[in-house]
Structure formats: C-alpha cells, structure tokens
C-alpha cells in the first residue's frame, strides 16, 4: 500500500473508571477491509457486552488477543494498515512486522494516563492471558525435533529431517449465524457452536430455544449410553447455570466470576459492609391499584405502552420524593457531606442472561404517567436484548427491585453503591383482608424499603414507605398529591 503507515487501535475505557474487558468475538480477520465506524469485535466489561467500532478506514494487519482474553483498558488490541502517513502519536505504534503464528505482544504503556477512544483510564497492569492450547501442526513439529536431538545426542546416525507439513490456505469464511447478544452469549455459556444450530425465528434468527433444544440434542446419545462409559466434560463451564442440573452428571460445576456478576458482587460487598442499612415493612391493600392498571390499558393515551403495578408503583414512589425530598441523597465520605439531588434517576433492577443490572430513568420525576410508562417499556426491552448501554447504568439516585415477579413475597434489598434507598416490591396475591368492617378477598402485596441510616433516620425512611404505601391504597392521591 503506497505511503501507508500502521495504526493500533487500543481497548477503550468503554464506562466511567473501567480497567479492563473481555474480547468475546472478533468480528475480521487479518487481512480484512475495514472501513471507518466498522464494527471489528464485541467485548464485555464489568457493566455491558459493547460492540466496539474502528475510527479509521484500512486493512487488517493483525488481532493481538484470541477471543476469550480479558485485556487491559489502553492496550493495543488490533492493527490496521492505512493510507495517508502517520497517525497521531497517542494512537500510532511503530510499524508492524509481518503477522507471526503467534499474537505480538500489546508494546508497554507510559505510566502516564493517555486518552483512550472514550474516557481516560488507562491501567498499568500487564494483559492476563488465558492458557491457548498449541496447534497441532506445531506439536508436531517440536516432537520431531525432540526425538532428533535425542537420536544425535547418542550417536545415533541422523535421520532425515522432518518436512513441515504444507501451509493449509484458510477457506472462505462463512456466513455468520443470525443471533441477537444473549442468545450469543447464552451459545457460548454452553458450548455451543451458533453455526451447528438450526434457527427456528423469523429470517433465519436462532433463538434461546434453538440453542437449548441444541444441547438437548447432543446430551440424548450420552444418557443413551451405557453406564459404565464416563461422559465427556463440559466445553465450558457457564457462567451462570441456565438449566436444571443433572445429578447423574457431574458432582460440581466451577463458574467462573467475571462481567457483571463480578462487578455486582463487589458493589454489594462495598455497600453492605459501607452503609449501615435498615430495612422496614409494610403490607398494603393495591385492589385500587390493580383496577386503575386494567382502566389505563383501555385508555386511548396509554395505547401501546407497557402499564402494569410497577408503573404505578414507580409513580407512587416519585410522590413520596417529592414529599420527602431528604430521601433522594447521597454520602460524600471524603468530603462528610450529604448530597442532596434535586433530579430522580429511578432504577429499575432487571434480571437478564448476563446477570442482575440496575439501569435508571433519567429525571424520572419530570416525566408524566405516560412519559414514564414509554421510558420503563424501552428499559426492560432493552435490558432483555442485552443492549443496555453503560450509560444507562450509572448516576442512580434510587431504586426499585420488584422480586414479585418470581412470587416472592418480599425481601431485604441491599442499597445500590452511591444511593440512599431502594424498594423491594412482593407478590401482588389475592388474599383475606378486613375491608369496610368485613372480611374479603382483596389484592395485597409486601413492600420493603431499606435506607442507608447515616443519613435516613427511623422517621424520614418511615414517612417515605408509608407515602408509598398510601398512594397504593387509593391511587386518587397520585392527583391530590401531585
């Protein structure tokens, strides 16, 4: 390529103070076109699986990490032979030799923080490697020249040299299986191999249950085997179970701890052994509440929008602020201060396939009922498409986590880091309640509210749970209080 120089792109800070990420698929190949704001690979970081585009137009020279490596923030992971002389300082390397068997090692980083492609946070840690099995032409290669040099080292007359096996020229890619993300993840989680799958989903897309039914597939011959043959050891442990486990299988699984679980759980260490947390309780007559949600479902404004109790239950939890805005605040331990935020960013907890994530709702208390309504419907769409983006997950002021939906019937929810409160909605369940003097059936649900008591007294949390719960009780004071 005339006048071409060698651009390496670095592994971005893709969220706020991240360090490293996880290069899950590379999407070319050395020797691939690129051009500018092509999607080259998907990694996961502790917050979202993200899908990272090249900023300049190319060929690819060579990928310094397989798939499966987790690489530090600001580390060279790609790179690309462009036309047009040298590229910026912070963002060229010198040039690159010619692609090796092996990957180049990423050249040492200043000490200094260099800007990244988005953010700073460059870390100064070395890469970590996962252990890569050798090729088998290579092993093959090394044995042979073991045994010669055992051979000449007795005395032994030489043989003839062993002639390398010719270079196999690589077939042309195929086309890449239609997933979305966590069906992906959910393949890989597995051990399954997406272009083994037959898709069942509309343009030929290979859904959850085409995978599952995939693993079903290859488990029938290995129950249908005699007992006295061992089977044959998982692919890759998951990383979390996803199917129910069979005990005639193996006595343990090992799952590794990584992405957002690893992330979650050390958040929730931090915030249980940080804040000192209370919890209170309180159970609630919603029968009003069921029926307004039936009422707006009919109602013309809220035609194609998600209503369900959580709508109601956000809203009611929005009034409660406004009427206790103390409530809605943070602890600044360096500076002993109380932070008081005039906004609401509500989060809403969401179980996906890559674990627990708590997005939120930007200015939520601006936002009217059908308002809120679109904002809670694109969050849970998204979340479940694994789309969430790490924006979406940061600058909470409180939360809520609605276990009822597993039928729960309440529970002692763990503050998010940096908030003050967080509410735990049970199962809404059909049960006796003394109504008007008389005993009925009538819809009733646990809610729990748990707050960090440096700054949340006894009276405050209590003032907010019972807001809460009166606006459940006769959702006409979401109009009378508003």
Known sequence: ????????????????????????????????????????????????????????????????????????????????????????????????PAPAAEPEKPAEQPAARQPVLVG???????????????????????AASAVQSELNGHGAAPAAPVTPPAPVVPAAPAQRPLAKPPVRKLAKDLGVDLATVTPTGPDGVITREDVHAAVAAAQAPQQAAP???????AASAPDRPTAPVSYDSARETRVPVKGVRKATAAAMVGSAFTAPHVTEFVTVDVTRTMKLVEELKQDKEFAGLRVNPLL??????????????????SWDEAAQEIVVKHYVNLGIAAATPRGLIVPNIKDAHAKTLPE?????????????????????????????????????????????????????VGAIKLQPWVHKGKVKPRQVTTLALSFDHRLVDGELGSKVLADVAAVLERP???????
Request: with cysteine; charged share 20%.
């Open 227 to 233: 007992a006295d043959r061992p089977a044959a050891p």
């Open 372 to 424: 809120l309504a679109a904002s809670l419907g694109e969050l849970v769409s998204t979340a479940r498409e694994g789309k969430t983006s790490p924006s979406a997950m940061q600058g909470g002021t409180v939360t809520i986590t609605n276990v009822g939906v597993f039928g729960v019937d309440t529970g002692t929810p763990l503050l998010n880091p940096g908030e003050s409160a967080i509410l735990a």
């Open 476 to 482: 006409k004071r979401l109009i009378t209080w508003a």
């Open 312 to 329: 109601l239950i956000a809203k009611a939890l929005l009034v409660a602020i406004r009427r206790n805005p103390d409530i809605n605040a």
């Open 120 to 142: 700073y946070g460059v870390a100064t840690s070395s890469t970590r490697r996962r252990p890569r099995k050798q090729a088998p032409d290579t092993a093959a290669r090394q």
């Open 1 to 96: 390529m005339t006048n071409a120089s060698v651009r390496e792109f670095k592994m971005p800070d893709v969220g706020e103070g991240l360090t490293e990420a996880e290069i899950l698929k590379w999407y070319v190949q050395p020797g691939d076109t690129v051009t500018d704001g092509q999607v080259v690979c998907e990694v996961e970081t502790a917050k979202a699986a993200v899908e990272l585009p090249i900023p300049y137009d190319g060929v690819v020279r060579s990928l310094h990490f397989p798939e499966g490596t987790t690489v530090d923030v600001g580390t060279s992971i790609i790179a690309v032979e462009v036309a047009g002389g040298a590229a910026p300082a912070q963002q060229e390397a010198p040039a690159v």
